[in-house]
T-cell receptor, first 113, second 116 residues
Framework: DAGVTQSPTHLIKTRGQHVTLRCSPI?????VSWYQQVLGQGPQFIFQ???????GRGNFPDRFSARQFPNYSSELNVNALLLGDSALYLC????????????FGSGTQLSVL | AQSVTQLGSHVSVSEGALVLLRCNYS??????LFWYVQYPNQGLQLLLK??????LVKGINGFEAEFKKSETSFHLTKPSAHMSDAAEYFC??????????????FGKGTKLSVKP
């Protein structure tokens, strides 16, 4: 079975632009979470969606938004990109809404110039 | 609020030597604790988790961790390091803030190097 897949794997944007990152969870998983990992730091929670509803939001500005589709895939959108948004964005899926069985994708490396 | 502190951003051991990666936590409620490993250019893989059952938790690849409430610690150990263990390791605690149960709070990570 396929694991969590994220696209694109790498992305280069300039300040002020908008970006959309995509995630497909493991088949049968209904929850998707997004994490930001800045170089040299641990991942930081951005959003969790379960059954297409937002279940949690981390301490990120409103420029960050997300949604989950009927097939449980998800998009993370970031508007008005800043240099500090450069990071590895990780998507994780789980069967239910608990964090106990998170399966992570390989991430999207976003560089903002 | 929950938090974790990983002591040592870099740890270097010789192949066959004991691996000890340190993690201390802070939690206002009984914690759920996790260790994840991240290989270069990959996502995170769960090594093991503590969810208030046995205090000594065995994980994959020969790793184990012991929950010590009196020391607020959850250190990761492996008796004999292998070259393939070279990676970055993250300790995490569940964020039981009364809201979402779906997020973890990660430490800053410890990069493990294994020398031949």
């Amino acid at each position: 079975d396929a694991g969590v897949t994220q696209s694109p794997t790498h992305l280069i944007k300039t300040r002020g632009q908008h970006v959309t990152l995509r995630c497909s969870p493991i088949s049968g998983h209904k929850s998707v979470s997004w994490y930001q990992q800045v170089l040299g730091q641990g991942p930081q929670f951005i959003f969790q969606y379960y059954e297409k509803e937002e279940r949690g939001r981390g301490n990120f500005p409103d420029r960050f938004s997300a949604r989950q589709f009927p097939n449980y895939s998800s998009e993370l959108n970031v508007n008005a990109l800043l240099l500090g948004d450069s990071a590895l964005y990780l998507c994780a899926s789980s069967p239910g809404d608990s964090h106990e069985k998170l399966f992570f994708g390989s991430g999207t490396q976003l560089s903002v110039l | 609020a929950q938090s974790v502190t990983q002591l040592g951003s870099h740890v270097s051991v010789s192949e066959g030597a004991l691996v000890l990666l340190r993690c201390n936590y802070s939690s206002s409620v009984p914690p759920y604790l996790f260790w994840y490993v991240q290989y270069p250019n990959q996502g995170l893989q769960l090594l093991l988790k503590y969810t208030s059952a046995a205090t000594l938790v065995k994980g994959i690849n020969g790793f184990e961790a012991e929950f010590k409430k009196s020391e607020t610690s959850f250190h990761l150990t492996k008796p004999s390091a292998h070259m393939s263990d070279a990676a970055e390791y993250f300790c995490a605690v569940s964020d039981w803030n009364g809201g979402s149960q779906g997020n973890l709070i990660f430490g800053k990570g410890t990069k493990l190097s294994v020398k031949p």
